[in-house]
C-alpha cells in the first residue's frame, strides 16, 4: 500500500535521553490507510518514538513530516493536525467519569452536535462503555479503561490513530476484542493506524507493514506476513525455534 507521499514520514529521527540515544536514525513512513506496527523488546525505544512523534519528546536531529508538512513542536497543537495517540497504560482521568473522559478527548472540537454523534460511534464500537456512562473511568476494569482511552482518542475524528500497547495487561479475550476493532477502524472506517506493541505475533498478523526497533535502531522491515516467516523474528520475538 505504498504512497508517492506518505501520510507520515520520518526520516534520520535521533532521540536523546540526557546522554543516552534512544533513537539513533530511524527511518519510518506510513501510507494512508495502512496499520504499519513497531515491534521490539522492552527499551527498544518504541514508545520514545510515539511519544517523539506527539511531541511529548523533543528529538535531536531528522524530520517528522504529516502529509508532507512538518508537526508542531507543541504537543497541544499535534491533536488539531489529525493525530491522536493511545499511550501506554491509558491514562485515563479516573476520577471524570466515561462520558466526561469522552469529552476530555474532543476539547479541539466546538460543535456540539457532531461530538455527540461521535460519542454514539464510540458507543457502537464499545457498548460497554455506554452502559457505564456516567461511572468514574479509575472504577472500570483493564479492559474497559482500554475501551475508554481508545474511545477518548477517537473523540478527536484523527486521521491517523497511534497506540501504544494496547495489549498490555489485558486478558486474552480482551487483546482479541481490542485488536479485531483496530481492524474494523482500517477497514470499516478507513483509519491510518501506527500500532507499537510487544505482541508481535498478533501485531504481525493484523498488520499490512511493520518495522523491527532494536536498541533505538529499524532492524527489520517488510510487509507482516514477510516478518512472521522470517526466522529472525520468530527465534527473537515470537519463541519459534528451528
Known sequence: MAETTPMLDIKDLVVHYGGICALNGVNLHVGQGEIVAVIGANGAGKSTLMKTIVAVKSYTSGTIMYKGMPLPKESYKVVSTGITLVPEGRRIFAPLTVRENLLAGAYTRWDRQHINQTMEEVFALFPRLKERINQRGGTLSGGEQQMLAVGRALMAKPDLLMLDEPSLGLAPIVIDMMFETITRLNREMGLTILLVEQNA????????????????????????????????VQASYLGITS
Request: hydrophobic content about 35%; proline content about 3%; glycine content about 10%.
Open 201 to 232: 505475533s498478533i501485531a504481525l498478523e493484523l498488520c499490512h507493514r511493520a518495522y523491527v526497533l532494536k536498541t533505538g535502531e529499524i532492524s527489520m522491515e517488510g510487509t507482516g506476513k514477510e516478518l512472521l516467516e522470517d526466522p529472525r
